[in-house]
């Protein structure tokens, strides 16, 4: 289990000159490094988005400005998060995003490795499923990986989900051997009437997780019946939104065992 109580957040910064290199369609893996981190060769990464038509294209610009770091100690738990915009804090600062919220609570390090519009199906902002983020989680190494099924995978063939999500937590593990893996629902917005693609999505996720030995969890639906909590697309949450999901995925994550 990883212990925490007060912490520090690291974005993804050092990881912006990768996602620029990969829009682009460089093969190159740049050498980065995260302020009290050693370097690193790291691949692709940013910030994510839970929409149902993803976007596939972004500038680099745009890639670094959504990053941020702060300092780390080598004596903290790292941990990286992949997922989508609900991860990435579409729409707000990088501050406001659960995984640095749940930095600020916890003796862990958190890099976000997250992508508008990005599933374990379909390609995001970043051109990529979140298969094309392996290498950066193969290069940071994380003592805890935690992994969110994606709505944007909504409306793909079943078989499909079922096949690229196995694929990808195999490729995950065999990346990273060494790192807890904790796998997490699909959170839909507001609407109580939560779609059966929610199913289809959290429980692909469930059988990957667990077939790689790691941790499957529901997080529940904390934004449902909370329309003050939406942003005016109706898919991404507000900052109150975000804390909103911050403390249902803290709480489950120290039921679980996982944190304490």
Known sequence: MISGRRASAV??????AAVAAVLTGCAAEPVVAAAGTPSASVA?????SPSPAPSTSVTSSAAASST???????????????GDSLMSGFGLTASEAWPRLLAEGTHLSVINLACPGMGFVV????????????PAVAALQPDLLIVESSS???????????????????????????????????????????PDDTGVTSDALRDAVESV??????????????????QDDDVHPTARGQKAIEQSVMSVLQRAGVLT
């Open 213 to 230: 030995g790691g941790t499957y969890i529901d997080v529940g639906q904390p934004l449902a019946g909370h329309p003050e909590w939406m």
């Open 68 to 82: 941020e770091v702060a300092p780390t100690s080598s004596s903290r738990e790292r941990v990286v998060t992949l």
């Open 152 to 194: 944007n995978d909504f409306w793909q063939d079943g078989d499909e989900i079922r096949f690229d999500t196995a694929s990808t937590l195999e490729s995950l593990h065999a990346a990273a051997p060494d790192a807890r893996i904790v796998g997490l629902s699909t959170i839909w917005n507001d609407d109580p009437e939560v």
């Open 11 to 16: 974005s993804l910064v050092a990881l912006a």
């Open 44 to 48: 692709p990464g940013a910030t994510a």
């Open 123 to 134: 390609q995001g902002d970043c051109g990529t499923p979140y298969s094309g983020l392996v």
